[in-house]
């Protein structure tokens, strides 16, 4: 069974930076495409930004330029460096990744890291 466990959210005033890290552990063969959702209180889960194994990125438009999305394969991690950040950032952070198992491939996703940017 596949796990992602996120870490690195935190408290954090406007303008300052912060960086998500998730790492997946369990069974897996091959680690591909990887997300970044957010939930913020009262809102449904967006996306935040996605990288595909080929290398393409898919973000939101309101972090253009600010975030930056990353993988490492062989550590079976990924990270989101977010830069600038703003009140309307604060959320709860999902990671998603697509792996494959001793089988198949599959989607999994982690419990959340919450980050609160104040004012």
């Known amino acids: 069974q596949v796990q992602l466990v996120e870490s690195g959210g935190g408290l954090v005033q406007a303008g300052e930076s912060l960086r998500l890290s998730c790492a997946a552990s369990?069974?897996?063969?091959?680690?591909?495409?990887v997300a970044w959702y957010r939930q913020a209180p009262g809102k449904q889960r967006e996306l935040v930004e996605s990288l595909s194994d080929s290398g393409m990125t898919n973000y939101d438009g309101s972090v253009k330029g600010r975030l930056t999305i990353s993988k490492d394969n062989a550590k079976k991690t990924c990270n989101l460096q977010m830069n600038s950040l703003k009140c309307e950032a604060t959320a709860v952070y999902s990671c998603?990744?697509?792996?494959?198992?001793?089988?198949?491939?599959?989607?999994?996703w982690g419990k959340g890291s919450q980050v609160t940017v104040s004012s």
């Open positions: 998603q990744a697509t792996v494959k198992g001793a089988a198949a491939w599959g989607t999994s």
């Open positions: 369990g069974s897996i063969s091959s680690f591909g495409s």
